[in-house]
């Protein structure tokens, strides 16, 4: 019980008037959960559809995945620095990212479809964190959920951590799911 009040003070709810009386906000609820190709995003899209999504079913849900931008010069020549890939190379790429981010996000409307959940879709581009914090803004969301990978602190410190750096720089609440202990990290 105490998470579903923690969500609804993130939308407004149990706001009073000047005389002291209740007032509803008529706001609903705006989840932005992200995924990617890990179970790990799955399952906190699915936490987050079992226990934030069903408490507030005025919620609007939306399920973002960020990818990566396509570099116009990808390989490097020993004797002379970074060359630049062929259009051709480059809008294989591009096909190949575009399908990648079609699938796991199919995936994703998918398990809201099982759990008869209307979600919307988007696809953002660039470095994830940045990606996601400016979609935060854009869509407006009240609360962004998303997996941890559950990195160790060396690898978190080499590779970065996209949930660490949203608890922070996000201008909405950040809801972390850890990994089940039955699955490995």
Not at 55 to 83: E, N
Not at 127 to 148: H, N, P, T, Y
Request: proline share 4%; with cysteine; charged share 25%.
């Amino acid at each position: 019980m105490e998470d579903t009040a923690a969500v609804s003070g993130a939308h407004g709810a149990g706001a009073e008037d000047g005389a002291g009386r209740a007032v509803t906000s008529t706001k609903a609820l705006k989840v932005m959960a992200a995924v990617d190709a890990s179970e790990e995003s799955l399952q906190a899209l699915s936490w987050a559809l079992d226990n934030v999504v069903r408490c507030h079913p005025d919620a609007a849900l939306v399920v973002v995945h960020a990818q990566h931008a396509i570099d116009h010069f990808v390989y490097p020549i020993a004797a002379h620095g970074l060359a630049y890939a062929p259009p051709s190379a480059v809008e294989s790429m591009r096909k190949e990212q575009e399908e990648n981010s079609r699938r796991i996000l199919a995936r994703a409307l998918d398990m809201c479809k099982e759990r008869q959940v209307d979600a919307t879709a988007a696809v953002v581009e660039g470095d994830a964190k940045e990606a996601i914090c400016q979609a935060v803004e854009r869509f407006q969301a009240g609360l962004l959920v998303l997996g941890s990978r559950g990195l160790g602190k060396i690898k978190r410190a080499f590779l970065g951590s996209v949930s660490d750096y949203l608890s922070h720089h996000a201008c909405c609440p950040v809801l972390v799911v850890k990994p089940t202990k039955a699955q490995p990290k």
